[in-house]
């Protein structure tokens, strides 16, 4: 949505940068009377921290299905509360966003399941120890039974970066860049179609692809802008 960022108290006159605390309450006063100054500006982007803390100190006390559950919520609200464009500026789909949708969706699948093997358990728990350091397990270690998993969470990731990159678009027009979208949301609707169930190499070339467009928009980077195209060009789901 199109905001004010810079706002200004009607009752205290304090002014202050919505893009920095993300409320139009005044926090100096504590009023809910406040003005907009500057030009309506794209922003997404909300001020969210993911910190899993308390949920892994639950590992010890109550079963995995429990934690894996408190672990989902936690994730599904900070994803929730996320976005990339900030004050008109647009962010990187960086790798927190990207382990927090994994986590979610892997807490979901752990807290359902009647009977874990030992791979699938480190899995869950090597996601839940550094999913808000942007930390998550390498492709080859994504047990078979939830590459799916992996899988729909980065689908997911890239339409939602996807999204905001075409609102980005709006102010900031390249018609190459539209079209590599529309290509991209082609092959990310076929991995959805597949309940994600690719291998761990092809969703990770689709959120390549995306952060590749990122920055060719962000920074005008016309090496990433081709490198996207040639990828775009040669990508194949790997079952």
């Known amino acids: 949505m199109k905001i004010r960022g810079e706002r200004e108290c009607q009752e205290c006159g304090a002014r202050w940068s919505y893009y920095e605390t993300g409320s139009v309450v005044c926090p100096d006063c504590g009023s809910i009377r406040s003005v907009g100054l500057d030009d309506p500006t794209e922003h997404t982007a909300g001020n969210a921290r993911l910190d899993l803390t308390e949920i892994r100190a639950l590992v010890d006390d109550q079963s995995l299905a429990d934690v894996a559950e408190a672990a989902a919520e936690r994730c599904r609200e900070y994803v929730r509360q996320c976005g990339f464009v900030s004050g008109g500026e647009l962010r990187p789909l960086d790798d927190t966003y990207l382990a927090a949708v994994e986590l979610r969706l892997a807490g979901e699948e752990v807290a359902r399941a ?9 899995y869950f728990l090597e996601l839940l120890r ?30 939602a970066y996807r999204s905001d990159l075409r609102r980005y678009l709006d102010d900031h027009p390249d018609a190459t860049v539209r079209s590599l979208l529309t290509t991209l949301r082609d092959h990310q609707k076929r991995i959805e179609a597949l309940d994600g169930d690719v291998s761990p190499r092809t969703a990770g070339e689709l959120v390549y692809v995306v952060r590749a467009v990122g920055r060719a928009l962000a920074d005008g980077d016309e090496t990433a802008l081709a490198e996207a195209q040639n990828r775009l060009e040669g990508f194949e789901i790997d079952l």
């Open 130 to 159: 550094g999913a808000d350091e942007g930390e998550r397990p390498p492709a080859d270690e994504v047990p078979e039974s939830m590459r799916a998993v992996r899988g729909l969470a980065y689908a997911r990731a890239v339409d």
């Open 114 to 122: 009647m009977r874990l093997s030992d791979d699938e358990e480190y």
